[in-house]
């Protein structure tokens, strides 16, 4: 038996950042006892990135926490590291016991955006697992996917076994504790998909013309969580403690897959978030606190949450974090003990008329409240904006200028002083699916470039605004990505094969071998992001998500008139959510 972990450690100290793939993390939980059935989570991307993954902790924690069953971890190793790889015949291997990606039971790829889809490839390529389901051998492990891009799965279904469409806080263990009674019976690949078949969420390609339910946590107040957070070896992209409030988001806001994909809105108490704030907070050492969710300051208990916390929080300071704010729930009470470098929110638009088509229920005078966080001490703001939302005019991308102006208004008023920064960061609309804009058009290359320039162009003469864009060539790449079928998976493999790597870093993206793939297969891009019709079949019609697809239409149709949804928390508005589970905020 060859000795890839001694030959992995000989290899260690000559890439960069060993820390990435080293192991033994702060409360990396023991794993010398026998285990009946393992999974790998493998993440697409860099540690540093995969390590602030919400998702992959909770899952990590719950299988490991379950008798007989052992969670391993495993990252998109960086270049340097896979050449060496390649070159010593080693193959990927897990961080905590350096066995074989392709020797586990269950290998799970939790994939979070479309440009990870060539790393999915890279990691199995590694691995030396096929890449696609038809092709893999009896020995080869099940291997699933879940994570947001599970919402349109058609793309990458080729590559996987199963697909978990939904939360995987329940399905995970139940799939692997499936898989592993199968092969202890000794059943045979194609018996054992048609096992796991029936649990909810799980849709599996093979199995064709089946409808599937996305699963849904019912019991999120006592739902599995992280007690025991891993610390990182090195800096990760989010070096914190991070706490879940609630799932779900009440605004509507209709470019949003995931305040529509996690319906029904499900919060946690603030008796029961305190509980698992302190758990994290004493078994790691971590100095920060982040409140998580969609939009924060929406959670119902935030004040109660930060009185019950502020007292052990003050003593050891840990400051309390607050991403993620809706402009009309702020309060300055909200930021006495978070840090004050800055605090991000997200207008989405220029203009009123523009809020109102995208259901962002943010009014002029809303905007001018950001004000209060001047009072607060805060000399930096960040601001959220997408360009090239249906009926998006240039007057309106001048209103994001506006805002900007008004705020340094508003900063001198309260403060009798400049030095306020802005930093505006504006991503190109992509239509979802899941949203009541899955059918519309992407804006065409070309004219994503012209809007950016003049964005850049009327911000550049605002003293103290800086301006950050996304890449008009990955958003349409995306775009593609995000409302593609099967056809696709040929792209991707192809597009892999001729090296697309890393699609999410800008230093690594190849539009040219996107191109190439998508002219070499007869396809091309205008033909996912162009507008669909209403009766048009749609490649994730098979996934029950929950909203009604009617509901999506009349929004889309109340969009193009103008008219705003209330909130959730105003009133039931019939989405057919409720039917997955209760709504907690009703």
């Known amino acids: ?60 924690e719950t299988i490991n926490n379950a008798e007989g069953f052992r969670a391993e971890r495993c990252f998109a190793p960086a ?61 080869d492990p099940i291997v699933i996917a879940g994570g947001p891009c599970s919402v349109n799965p058609s793309p990458f279904a080729p590559f996987f076994d199963a697909v978990v469409c939904g939360e995987g806080e329940f399905v995970d263990l139940e799939l692997l504790r499936r898989v592993t009674k199968a092969r202890e019976e000794g059943k045979r690949r194609a018996e054992i998909l048609k096992d796991i078949a029936d649990i909810e969420g799980v849709y599996v390609p093979s ?6 339910t996305k699963a849904v946590v019912r019991d999120f107040e006592n739902a599995p969580y992280i007690s025991r957070p891993l610390v990182p070896n090195i800096e990760s992209v989010h070096d914190r403690a991070t706490l879940e409030l609630y799932r779900g988001c009440a605004s509507g806001c209709r470019f949003c897959q995931a305040g529509f994909w996690y319906r029904p809105i499900r919060e946690r108490s603030a008796d029961r978030c305190r509980d698992l704030a302190l758990d994290m907070l004493k078994s790691t ?29 003050r003593e050891r300071g840990i400051t309390m974090a607050l991403p993620s704010l809706r402009i009309s729930s702020f309060k300055p009470d909200m930021a006495k003990d978070s840090r004050k470098s800055s605090l991000t929110f997200a207008p989405e638009a220029g203009t009123q ?162 191109q190439a793939a998508f002219e070499g297969r007869g396809l091309t891009f205008e033909q996912f992001t162009r507008e669909r019709g209403i009766d048009e079949d749609l490649p994730w019609d098979f996934i029950d998500m929950g909203v009604d697809k009617k509901y999506f239409l009349k929004e889309r149709e109340r969009a193009y008139e103008g008219v705003v949804t209330r909130s959730c928390r105003e009133g039931c508005n019939g989405c057919g959510a409720l039917k997955m589970g209760r709504c907690t905020i009703l």
């Open 1 to 60: 038996m060859t000795d890839f972990a001694g030959q992995f450690e000989k290899i260690l100290p000559e890439v960069e950042k060993p820390g990435r793939y080293s192991g033994g993390e702060w409360n990396v939980p023991d794993m010398t006892s026998p285990a009946r059935g393992d999974m790998c989570f493998c993440f697409p991307d860099l540690y540093e990135i995969g390590m602030s993954n919400l998702g992959v902790q909770i899952l990590y």
């Open 79 to 139: 270049l340097d590291l896979a050449a060496k790889l390649r070159e010593e015949h080693i193959p990927l291997l897990s961080i905590e016991t350096k066995k074989p990606i392709a020797e586990f039971t269950v290998v799970g790829f939790s994939i979070g955006f479309e440009l990870l889809y060539t790393n999915v490839l890279y990691m199995m390529d590694l691995a030396g697992i096929p890449f696609r389901s038809a092709d893999r051998r009896e020995q």
């Open 207 to 212: 199995i064709k013309d089946r409808k599937v």
């Open 285 to 313: 050492g971590f100095g920060e606190l982040s409140l998580c969710s969609l939009s924060t300051s929406d959670y119902t208990g935030l004040e109660e949450l930060e009185q019950k916390l502020r007292p052990y929080c």
């Open 353 to 514: 008329r523009l809020r109102n088509v995208i259901n962002k229920n943010v009014s002029e005078e809303e905007i001018d409240k950001i004000a209060v966080a001047f009072e607060a001490g805060y000399d930096s703001i960040k601001l959220y904006f997408m360009m090239g939302l249906p009926t998006e005019t240039d007057e309106d991308i001048a209103g994001i200028a506006e805002i900007c102006k008004r705020l340094k208004k508003l900063y001198w008023e309260k403060r009798g002083r400049r030095g306020l920064n802005i930093s505006v960061s504006c991503a190109v609309f992509i239509p979802k699916p899941c949203t009541p804009f899955q059918w519309e058009k992407q804006i065409d290359l070309d004219e994503m470039k012209r809007r950016q320039l003049y964005l850049r162009g009327l911000l550049k003469e605002i003293k103290g605004v800086s301006f950050s864009w996304h890449g008009a060539e990955t958003s349409v790449l995306e775009a593609a990505l995000a409302r593609g079928d099967e056809r696709l998976a040929d792209v991707i493999e192809d597009a892999y094969r001729a090296g697309a790597c890393f699609d999410g870093w800008s230093e690594h993206f190849k539009w040219d071998v996107w």
